[in-house]
């Protein structure tokens, strides 16, 4: 059996390239996106799309990461870790000039639990707490935080937040053409009975 042939640009299968409609942006730090091993399996990650629309973004998947290695000696002063918090850094505290690298990871909640256990050095690192101003679009998984957001979604109002007035948000449509396709695919009854809310 042969397998599916790919587009070279956005690594999709051609059937449901997303070419049309992705964006390359610039941004002022260093993103990287840290992936669970199984995440990076799934077929519909967002993990893949962000990393493609950011340049310079890396997306690095693994269990167990060492951070001199990836974000350079001074990583503890120079990272922010974008995850939740109670005692979050703001805005204001953020800058080019103060923190170069912004870290994403990318996984179920459990999973994202997981490498945070795995790699305690991630615990150091001040974190910021994005603003989600919607829900998820993220019609085709499910999370089980009301505010739980995709990858994409996460990095995408990170960016808006940190380059305001700069609207990073047309990076979402090649993730909402693949959300669609799939919705496509699938037919709207099986989407339905098993995505819906009721």
Known sequence: MSKRQLCPQCERPLRTCLCDVMVVR?????LFILQDPKEAKHALSSAPLLAKSVIGAQLIVGETFEPVLILGENWQRDSVLIFPDENSISVAN????????????DGTWRKVARLMHLNPWLNT????????????????RRSPRADGLST???????????????????????????IDLQIEAMGTETFNSNYSEH
């Open 125 to 140: 690192l001040p974190r910021f707490a994005i603003t989600a101003h919607n829900n998820s679009q993220y019609k085709i």
């Open 26 to 30: 610039d941004c002022a730090y260093r």
């Open 94 to 105: 953020i800058h080019p000039n103060t923190i170069k690298n912004l870290i994403l990871l």
């Open 152 to 178: 994409i979604e996460a990095g995408v109002c990170a960016l808006n937040e940190l380059h305001a007035p700069q609207d990073y948000s047309n990076i979402l449509l090649a993730f909402n053409k693949m």
